[in-house]
Nanobody
């Protein structure tokens, strides 16, 4: 089992920045590729970004490319999502997820473990 705990969400004005963190425990963190997903009210969960085990490979949704950056610190068992130039449509609950292996995917069912989510609200 891998336990994931997100933090760093909050209320920010449009154009602002937030950095989300996801702390992992329970298994060897460096064995897992990590992803960030989000779910807005009334919408399905959608992919945001993913990163390979060692951090060499990253993958982003088109809607966040150039504004969001995913990174990880395996020594701290933590994955981050730096979000810049935030827009009201980025308002959602953001979830981190882990999957065994190195490949990065955008498909939520391919991830085995999920955190409880952290709310991000962007005001206009």
């Amino acid at each position: 089992q891998v336990q994931l705990v997100e933090s760093g969400g909050g209320l920010v004005q449009a154009g602002g920045s937030l950095r989300l963190s996801c702390a992992a425990s329970g298994r060897t963190f460096s064995n897992y590729a990590m992803g960030w997903f989000r779910q807005a009210p009334g919408k399905e969960r959608e992919f945001v970004a993913a990163i390979s085990r060692g951090g060499k490979n990253t993958y982003y949704a088109d809607s966040v490319k150039g504004r969001f950056t995913i990174s990880r610190d395996n020594a701290k068992n933590t994955v981050y999502l730096q979000m810049n130039s935030l827009k009201p449509e980025n308002t959602a609950v953001y979830y981190c997820a882990a999957r065994m292996g190195d490949s990065v995917y955008a498909s939520a069912p391919l991830y085995n473990y999920w955190g409880q989510g952290t709310q991000v609200t962007v005001s206009s």
